[in-house]
């Protein structure tokens, strides 16, 4: 398995713009550790690429992120890959569909292992990378009633921004 640095050094020329945001983004002064690991490792699994991955999480828990932390990520990670597909198809349709239920099964969003405004700022990266307004949206917004900032949901979408990108890059081979 590559390390996290052994696979920013594997990106080609034509991503070298990532090679140095990862570095940048990955020490966001607006979120904690634990939010930055918990961002970058859900945007991480939402990317799909299993190298880029398995390098987040060993990364992860090299910097002591606790293991709750970890599970709500690829909590995150998961969920949002349903409810994305649902409720952006569901706000395409439009009105006729508002009013119908998702029925969805969702309890982990409202009781996540570690802390739930850090869940949701996770889950509004996933939401991000998937394309889903209602669901960027909806967690902007818990994450600002949650008491976090404006930088703090930037920060976390510029996480997911390169993570996704990084994904991305390693595919161009």
Not at 80 to 101: C, Q, T
Request: hydrophobic content about 50%; glycine content about 8%; charged content about 25%.
């Amino acid at each position: 398995m590559q390390t996290l640095e052994e696979l920013r050094e594997s990106l080609p020329d034509a991503a070298r713009d990532l090679k140095i945001g990862l570095q940048t983004v990955l020490g966001a002064e607006s979120l904690t550790p634990a939010q930055r690991w918990g961002v970058a490792l859900a945007s991480a699994c939402a990317a799909r690429n299993p190298a880029l991955r398995d390098a987040m999480l060993a990364e992860a828990r090299a910097s002591g992120t606790d293991e709750a932390v970890i599970d709500d990520a690829r909590a995150a990670a998961a969920l949002m890959g349903m409810n994305n597909v649902f409720y952006r198809a569901k706000h395409m349709l439009g009105e006729a569909y508002a009013s119908k239920p998702a029925r969805l099964r969702m309890q982990r969003i409202a009781k996540p292992a570690g802390s739930k405004v850090d869940f949701e700022l996770m889950s509004l990266a996933v939401s991000a990378i998937n394309g889903c307004e209602v669901c960027v949206e909806a967690h902007e917004k818990t994450v600002r009633e949650g008491g976090l900032g404006e930088d703090a949901v930037i920060d976390a979408l510029r996480i997911a921004a390169v993570v996704h990108g990084v994904a991305c890059a390693l595919e161009l081979g």
